[in-house]
């Protein structure tokens, strides 16, 4: 019995010397955030009230579990498992229980595609998509001269405010500039919903079909305050862009205390990425057209160049998130889009475990109504398709000589995401042989 109150005793005395010095390390904290914080906005004011807890915390779990005979062994904790604990505690308690995923791709991955899964989860999430379409479009000069350099840390402090709900930086690079901030000028507003939903739609235009008895009502010029306000009431954001090429850039966006990012990279098979660009982007690809025609491709060409240049890229940023360094550890997560669009329902079911985000019935509903349909052909940009059989069409439009170019510049890409070479143009159009490899990525 003596051992016993001895024990509770000295529990006691630990709760009274963890209290004393979580006291003290909250106030060191606060003054260095004080210094090193940069301008905060004032939506998302900083709460930095757990960073500090670590230690004590550790203390804690160990007395408790020697006190109680609880399973587990907390006096052994590694560093990676002790991170990992503190993940699940949610670490970031300054953005509130609020995620923040951030969907790169590059185009014609399926990333529009991708990006309605959360889109279409409706009312608890804020969706844009593209935004830094503006950026690149104002600085594109800069970003040929530098290869892309140049805006790295644009696109990051832009991507911040809008995760922040504040659209300020994105003001900078709309044209015409928004006045009073209001602009009718924002890329693809209709593809977020969160957009064209009251009260940030006001209506501007209705169009009355008598054949077809439907109304059109079409949103007037975005208010950027209404925007902002809206962004600010929903639980989650998400943004999906093509436009980032390194993600090492993202480091200090996602170390922001404020914020709570999860990254989903989408990679899919290049050889179909180019397949696919053949036909959406017509004029910018007329050289590699011609190559088809005539069957040589000369390999010093710098549309070759830069095709290396685009597997390099994604593979190298596909490295960084597959090691888990310490600033992304458990923020990471890769898909290729073959996988998606062969399970649809378990990989979006992934993907909202991943963010640990409840996957809502708005967008159960959506994927499925949405996979097993054939869309229109000049429908290039449509979401809706029959996934799977999407996924293989690009096996019958592209000639070999092409595809051994691709195989040639981007094997080292090709056997990371485990995409097969294909040896002849029957191996290519054969269906019955798979080009994916299983893979698992962690």
């Known amino acids: 019995m003596k051992t016993k109150y001895a024990i509770v005793f000295i529990c006691i005395v630990a709760l009274v010397i963890i209290e004393k010095e979580s006291n003290i390390l909250s106030r060191v904290s606060d003054k260095l955030i004080q210094r090193q914080t940069p301008q905060l906005t004032p939506h998302s ?83 844009l998509f593209e935004p830094l379409w503006h950026v690149e479009r104002m600085l594109s000069l800069a970003a040929e001269a530098n290869n892309g350099t140049a805006l790295t840390g644009i696109y990051r402090d832009v991507l911040q405010g809008l995760f922040l709900c504040d659209f300020s930086p994105l003001e900078k690079f709309i044209s015409p500039p928004p006045e009073d901030h209001v602009t009718a000028a924002l890329f693809r507003r209709e593809s977020s919903l969160s957009l064209c939903e009251k009260p940030v739609c006001t209506p501007f235009i209705k169009e009355v079909f008598e054949r077809f008895h439907c109304k059109i009502h079409r949103c007037g010029p975005l208010n950027l305050t209404l925007a902002s306000e809206s962004c600010l009431s929903k639980q989650h954001h998400a943004i999906k862009t093509v436009r980032v090429r390194q993600l090492e850039s ?35 690809y007329q050289t590699w057209k011609s190559w088809a025609q005539d069957g040589q491709v000369p390999e010093d060409d710098e549309e070759v160049k830069r095709l290396k240049g685009n597997c390099d890229q994604i593979r190298m940023s596909a490295e960084v998130g597959l090691s888990q360094p310490r600033w992304l550890r458990n923020r990471y997560m890769l898909v290729r889009y073959e996988d998606i669009a062969q399970y649809p329902m378990q990989k979006a079911e992934d993907m909202y475990r991943f963010t640990r985000i409840p996957f809502s019935p708005q967008a159960r509903k959506w994927i499925l109504r949405n996979t097993q349909t054939t869309p229109r052909a000049s429908d290039i940009y449509s979401t809706q398709k029959n996934s799977s059989e999407q996924a293989e069409k690009w096996r019958f439009s592209i000639p070999f000589t092409l595809v051994q170019v691709v195989q040639r510049v981007c094997e080292p890409t090709m056997k990371m995401f485990g995409y097969r070479i294909v040896d002849d143009e029957k191996m290519l159009i054969n269906k019955s042989i798979s080009l994916l490899e299983e893979r698992m990525f962690h």
């Open 250 to 284: 993202l480091q200090p966006l996602v170390e922001d205390p404020r914020l709570d990012v999860r990254v989903i990279q989408l990679v899919r098979d290049p050889r179909a990425i180019l397949a696919s660009r053949m036909v959406a982007f017509s004029s910018k």
């Open 45 to 127: 004011p900083l709460d930095n009230s757990n960073t500090t807890q670590n230690g004590p915390l550790s203390m804690l779990k160990m007395l408790l579990s020697k006190l109680t005979g609880a399973k587990g062994n907390y006096t052994n904790f590694s560093d990676e498992q002790e991170d990992d604990e503190l993940e699940d505690l949610g670490t970031n308690s300054s953005s509130n229980g609020r995620k923040h995923i951030l969907l790169l791709a590059t185009t014609r991955t399926g990333s529009s595609f991708v990006g309605e899964f959360f889109n279409q989860h409706r009312e608890n999430m804020f969706y």
